[in-house]
């Protein structure tokens, strides 16, 4: 069935520090690939999306491409803030028919001043 | 932000006792999931549905039962609660736009916390 495993977290940044999460997945076809950021005490967010090989998804700073040679999809950010720590989910959503959306284990980020 | 309410909020339980969680959205979409959440696991998804009385079942559904008798409202029941069931329950949901008749794009409520003692 369809996996996504992604770093071990806690993972602890110094303010401007460079960021990558790590994300790789298993699924048979072409799913879309997500980055869900969960701030504490509160619900999931979509953060970035990329649906085919080769794009790039990004928001708020964050960037992830959809690598489909390495089934890779990691997550990076040039200059983390304080405001960034929270958890950070890489999910799948398998194509075609109704999708179940597949959940990494979540990495968990605390960025110090 | 996506209109979607859970209740109760916070519960506490005993052991063998039925609860009740629900879900409410106002955005009309036509997927509805619930997902538990705890430590090392990440989210799990329990039961899902795809239309008013259409539901399946997701990774872990063992002990959990769910209804959605109309589009704006999904249940989801423990008959008996044990302790193992102690979580952080979110209902998502989806609206079924984009390739493949679904984007896989969710939008989450802010969580169930469920202690079972």
């Known amino acids: 069935g369809d996996s996504v495993t992604q770093m071990e977290g806690p993972v602890t940044l110094s303010e401007e520090a460079f960021l990558t999460i790590n994300c790789t997945y298993t699924?048979?076809?072409?799913?879309?690939l997500f980055w869900y950021v969960q701030y504490p005490g509160e619900g999931l967010q979509l953060l970035l999306k990329a649906t085919k090989a080769d794009d790039k998804g990004s928001n708020k700073g964050f960037e992830a491409t959809y690598r489909k040679e390495t089934t890779s999809f990691h997550l990076e950010k040039g200059s983390v803030q304080v405001s960034d720590s929270a958890v950070y989910f890489c999910?799948?959503?398998?194509?075609?028919?109704?999708?179940?959306?597949?959940f990494g284990t979540g990495t968990k980020l605390q960025v110090i001043p | 932000d996506a209109g979607i309410t859970q209740s109760p909020r916070h519960k506490v339980t005993e052991t063998g006792t039925p609860v009740t969680l629900r879900c409410h959205q106002t955005e009309n979409h036509r997927y509805m999931y619930w997902y538990r959440q705890d430590p090392g696991h990440g989210l799990r998804l329990i039961h899902y549905?795809?239309?008013?009385?259409?539901?399946d079942k997701g990774e872990v559904s063992d002990g959990y039962s769910v209804s959605r008798s109309k589009t704006e409202d999904f249940l989801l029941t423990l008959e008996s609660a044990t302790s193992s069931q102690t979580s952080v329950y979110f209902c998502?949901?989806?609206?079924?736009?984009?390739?493949?008749?679904?984007?896989?794009?969710?939008?989450f409520g802010e969580g169930s916390r469920l202690t079972v003692l």
């Open positions: 998502a949901i989806s609206d079924g736009r984009g390739r493949g008749g679904n984007t896989g794009e969710l939008f």
């Open positions: 549905s795809y239309g008013v009385k259409d539901t």
């Open positions: 699924a048979t076809g072409y799913p879309s």
């Open positions: 999910a799948l959503s398998a194509s075609g028919g109704y999708q179940k959306v597949t």
